[in-house]
């Protein structure tokens, strides 16, 4: 283990004994323990966002989350309670960019968020990483935000159309479409035009590597298995839309133009949302498809995600005694 890697397990590990203490603490006799002393228990919880029945679902059969309540607003269901003893508020989105913002930032204004951590399923853009493995992205983009240039027009966006006429390229009455920034919109910060959303909690990294070395993935589920043994992935870039990619043309056209390892629905919106509220967020994808190969595993994609997720969650100290 490098030492760089030991500092930071070190540091986490100290997180987690004043974390757990304090919950231990909060639950054995939280008023006594308030009272006697010059802290107070602020109770943050981990908000966990996800975006679909299978991504719910996984977590329901894990066993690991219990309920405490719940309670409805903008018509999603926000589930108070604990994910194998760290404090938690869970929401289902739904897809497609403005629900999953709009889930968000509900969870967000209703409830004490320390961190979002959020999981989903996403198409591989990279014929090496494969269904059942999961990807933790270090960046991710909408790239489909364009400027739909005129046909002939002087101005060339990067996806020619006439590059991709079949069965011999030529010109495309479609012309060219130009990749367009996104405004970040933050409270102590100007506007700012942005292209790659950083997700943060980059502390986490190498701690996360090391408690997942020995993770066990899930490989079969209803009797119907994996094509490989699953993986890890740290560090890729991811690209979000509102259009879900099946297509392999256009599916190599974003891994050649931005490096894109997988392609979702949601979690660039995610991503804006939290930085949108300065929140410390990661992104953690499923991968249930490879664009332009036969053969799906939501179900697969969803419980190893959800895995990394907890796993994630385990080491996130998430009560903190703030003191006078
Ligand atoms: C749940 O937490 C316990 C101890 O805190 C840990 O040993 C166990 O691995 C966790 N389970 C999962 C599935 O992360
Ligand atoms: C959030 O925390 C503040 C103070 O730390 C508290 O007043 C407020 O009630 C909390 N909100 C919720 C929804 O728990
Ligand atoms: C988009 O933003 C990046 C910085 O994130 C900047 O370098 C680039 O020039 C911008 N592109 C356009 C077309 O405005
Ligand atoms: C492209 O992404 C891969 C995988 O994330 C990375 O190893 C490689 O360095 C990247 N290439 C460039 C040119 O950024």
């Known amino acids: 283990m490098s030492r760089i890697n030991l500092e930071v397990l070190l540091v986490l590990g100290l997180l987690l004994v004043t974390a757990k203490q304090s919950m231990q603490m909060s639950l054995r006799n939280p008023t006594a323990e308030i009272e006697s002393s010059n802290c107070k228990v602020e109770v943050l919880r981990v908000g966990l966002v996800l975006a679909s029945d299978n991504n719910e679902k996984a977590l329901l059969d894990s066993g690991l989350f219990t309920e405490d309540s719940s309670v409805d607003f903008v018509g999603r269901k926000f589930h108070v309670g604990n994910l194998n003893n760290t404090l938690i508020v869970y929401v289902k989105t739904g897809t497609q960019t403005v629900n999953v913002?709009?889930?968000?930032?509900?969870?967000?204004?209703?409830?004490?968020?320390?961190?979002?951590?959020?999981?989903?399923?996403?198409?591989?853009?990279?014929?090496?990483?494969?269904?059942?493995?999961?990807?933790?992205?270090?960046?991710?983009?909408?790239?489909?935000?364009?400027?739909?240039?005129?046909?002939?027009?002087?101005?060339?966006?990067?996806?020619?159309?006439?590059?991709?006429?079949?069965?011999?390229?030529?010109?495309?009455?479609?012309?060219?479409?130009?990749?367009?920034?996104?405004?970040?919109?933050?409270?102590?910060?100007?506007?700012?035009?942005?292209?790659?959303?950083?997700?943060?909690?980059?502390?986490?990294?190498?701690?996360?590597?090391?408690?997942?070395?020995?993770?066990?993935?899930?490989?079969?589920?209803?009797?119907?298995?994996?094509?490989?043994?699953?993986?890890?992935?740290?560090?890729?870039?991811?690209?979000?839309?509102?259009?879900?990619?099946?297509?392999?043309?256009?599916?190599?056209?974003?891994?050649?133009?931005?490096?894109?390892?997988?392609?979702?629905?949601?979690?660039?919106?995610?991503?804006?949302?939290?930085l949108s509220n300065e929140k410390p967020f990661v992104v953690i994808q499923g991968v249930s498809n490879v664009v332009g190969v036969q053969g799906s595993y939501p179900e697969l994609a969803s419980q190893n995600a959800f895995l990394v997720a907890t796993e994630f969650i385990n080491l996130l100290p998430t009560q903190r005694l703030a003191c006078e």
Not at 104 to 129: H, M, R, W, Y
Not at 225 to 243: E, Q, R
């Open 101 to 274: 913002a709009t889930a968000v930032q509900t969870l967000l204004n209703k409830f004490n968020i320390s961190e979002i951590v959020f999981f989903g399923n996403a198409g591989s853009l990279d014929k090496t990483i494969i269904p059942g493995d999961v990807v933790l992205p270090k960046a991710v983009a909408f790239t489909g935000v364009w400027e739909w240039e005129a046909f002939r027009s002087e101005n060339k966006g990067e996806l020619v159309f006439g590059g991709f006429n079949y069965p011999v390229n030529g010109e495309n009455l479609l012309g060219t479409a130009a990749h367009e920034n996104i405004t970040l919109y933050s409270p102590s910060d100007e506007p700012k035009e942005v292209f790659w959303l950083d997700t943060s909690l980059p502390g986490y990294k190498a701690a996360t590597e090391e408690l997942t070395k020995d993770l066990k993935l899930k490989e079969c589920h209803s009797g119907r298995c994996l094509p490989g043994t699953s993986k890890i992935i740290y560090g890729s870039k991811a690209s979000t839309s509102d259009f879900y990619v099946k297509n392999e043309a256009y599916g190599e056209f974003l891994h050649n133009e931005f490096n894109a390892s997988t392609t979702d629905s949601t979690s660039a919106a995610v991503a804006l949302t939290a």
